[in-house]
């Protein structure tokens, strides 16, 4: 069956081989998409949900696989109107992101050791990023690590695996003129994408506590769990 199973080719933008100016290309091409798809809205959504508007105050936030730091951007700005105060730290495995995002923010990292004492941060985030790791080990190593370093909550989101997902990204990056191996790694991240049963199975692996595991709109898989 089409989009069965997780497909487990490698994307272009993972490559050690991309220069600065295709990683560059690369982030230009994802802000247009993540405006379309609103990828700041769940944790805009959800963290004062699982929280509560007293802790939303003041939080401390670890973006894995940050990128750009586009999301601890926007997320920082949607607080600050609020009166809140969130900072966010943006940890990525890529250099390259150190040319793109705030210095004095962003550290350089894998997701499955991450460099941080345990429950250093008051929330532990994700965007997109978990599609990019291959084996079940390795992304129940990146919950365990998240769950490690999280004070009171983790809040991750990821691609929803199906084929309706599929064919608007296809008509999108078709429609949008976006670059070539753009095209190729946007239809190969749906085919890398989950289902709620994936996570769900793979949180139960990583003993995450009373993990909550949800589609989120037909285009995201969501996961939250709190500590108590």
Known sequence: MFLGERATQAEYFDSPERTLVETAESYHSLARI??????????????????????CHSLTLLDLGAGDGSLGNVLEKWAGKRGWSWRVTNL?????????????????????????????????????????????????QHFREAWRVARHAILLSDIHRNTILYGLIWLILRAGNFPKHFREDGLLSVKRGFRAGDWRRLADQAQINEAKVWPYFGARVMLSAKKV
């Open 34 to 55: 993540n405006r379309l798809f609103y990828f700041a809205e769940p944790f805009q959504r959800y963290l004062p949900r699982m929280l509560g508007q007293k802790k």
């Open 92 to 140: 990525d495995l890529s250099p390259h992101a150190l040319q793109f995002g705030q210095k004095d923010k962003m550290v350089i990292g894998s997701v499955l050791s991450l460099p941080f004492e345990k429950e250093s941060f008051d929330v532990v985030i994700a965007n997109q990023m978990t599609h990019h790791l291959t084996s079940d080990d390795e992304i129940c």
